[in-house]
Structures are given as C-alpha cells and as structure tokens.
C-alpha cells in the first residue's frame, strides 16, 4: 500500500500512528491501527486566542490529550473565552492536532466594547480587546440606527446582545 524511499519515513510514521493511538484517536485491531470516532465528533472547549489574535487553542478537559490547534482562517465567528464546538482536521502543527471551529456554544461575553470604523460603503467594530483585536465585527446593512453610525464612526462603542 505505502512505499517508503527511506526507513526514517516509515519509522516516523509509525511515530505519529503511535501518538495518535496514545491520545485516543485512533484504536489498534492487531497490526491496523482504525479511527476512533467517538473521539473525533462533538469536542467541545474553550477558545483561547494568542497574544496578537491571530490564531488560538481549544482547551479540552479530562480528554488526555494536548489542547487542539485552531489557525485564523479555522476561527470561523468565535473570539477569545468562548466555548465552542470542534472538527478535527487530518494535521498536526506542532505538537498540536489542528481543528475548524463548527459552532459558538456560548459566548464569554454577551457586550463587545471596541472602536466603531467606516471602510467603503459598510461599518465594522474593533474591539478592545486584545486578544481579539484582530477579529473585526461587521455591522449590517440593514442595521438600525445606521444615520448614527454615519456620523460617529472613530468614537468607543459598547455592542450588547449580540450571538454570532
């Protein structure tokens, strides 16, 4: 099935089959190693984004393995603190699995405070935060009150209520 040029590429895989088995991904049926699915669907945690806010790490408890690697482009709506759902993806950064974040269980904070931006022909806020800095939060349309945010935009803003 595999041909392998050199004996290091096999041992290495074998590696990663090894650590894979260890953190409970995968099952071994005699020589073959199977996915273990129940481990692969519904992990849940809690987001915590880098320094910058560019990329962040799904903290799972009691699950016995390293916390799951979430590159931006992966982050989908979720910000710093909030519990979300993750799929894994078949690759590791690192020491760490890589995941996409699928869905926002709950926000850690229900109240975004940031700086209120004009580009173009839309709105987007800033927030303060951070660890979330780099994430911009869109303002629609057809959102009330759009003649104020034409004329406020570079002032503090404080969103409340919002979900995803």
Request: glycine share 12%; charged share 30%; hydrophobic share 35%.
């Amino acid at each position: 099935m595999f041909d392998f040029a050199e004996a290091h590429e096999y041992a290495k895989l074998k590696q990663v089959l090894h650590d894979l088995e260890r953190e409970g991904f995968l099952f071994r049926v005699g020589k073959r190693y199977l996915l273990d699915t129940k481990t692969v669907e519904g992990f849940t945690g809690v987001l915590q984004m880098s320094e910058r806010g560019d990329y962040g790490f799904v903290v799972t408890k009691g699950r016995g393995f390293s916390d799951i690697f979430i590159p931006q482009r992966y982050l989908g709506t979720a910000l710093h603190g909030d519990r979300v759902e993750v799929s894994l993806l078949a690759r590791k950064k690192g020491k760490n699995i890589e995941g996409e974040i699928t869905k926002v269980i709950e926000r850690s904070s229900k109240e975004i405070r940031g700086v209120l931006h004009k580009s173009g022909s839309f709105y987007f806020v800033r927030p303060d935060e951070k660890k979330d800095s780099a994430r911009y939060i869109y303002i629609l349309s057809g959102t009330s009150g759009r003649q104020r945010w034409r004329q406020s935009y570079g002032r503090r803003y404080l969103l409340g209520g919002w979900t995803s």
